[in-house]
């Protein structure tokens, strides 16, 4: 930062920059592209707004699981989450979040015969919510559009439910601006681990 633009570092690296082609850019989604507001209940539990979003869920979760201890429930998803993440070893695999709101559901208690499709409804219930409280700039998408005209571009994005993430795209109607979409609750590992990288490229040739 404190260098001129004139030190002989700089002037170098330019010249090596100038020298590269870029025939692709690979981008991540969350954060990235498409941005939260306070109110989106995303999957990093430990964020200081989690707690207050996750309680839109409060309302359908105990509607469609009659007397869940919703507070209780929450703790233990927390706990749950990041236990996951603690678990991840180098081969960097992905926990769909519906097995994510199975074990929390587990973990409290929780015995129905229809444990599984309750989890995955809870699951669907929090990506609904994440998606209504999802922005996609407008200067994104003007950098989106024009980088395509010039560039393969390809979307890599660590999140453990692909459908929210194809309906957010289509949404937003830039879908057909990557020539791939690769997220890890499909492909089943996560960045950093290189076969995601490696399944972008060779799609992008």
Known sequence: ERMSVNHPEILSQGKKCEAMTYKAILFDLFRTLILFDDKAPTMKAMEPSWRSAMEALREPATKRIAGLPFDGFLDALAAETVEIARARTADHFEIPAHQRYLRALKRIGIERPDLEDSARELAA??????????????????????????????LVSNFDDGPVIHRILAREGIANLFDVTLISAEFGRRKPHPEIFHAALKHLE
């Open 125 to 154: 219930m929090q990506m609904d919510q994440l998606a209504a409280h999802t922005r996609f700039p407008r200067k994104h998408a003007r950098l989106l559009r024009h980088l395509r005209t010039t560039h393969r571009l390809a």
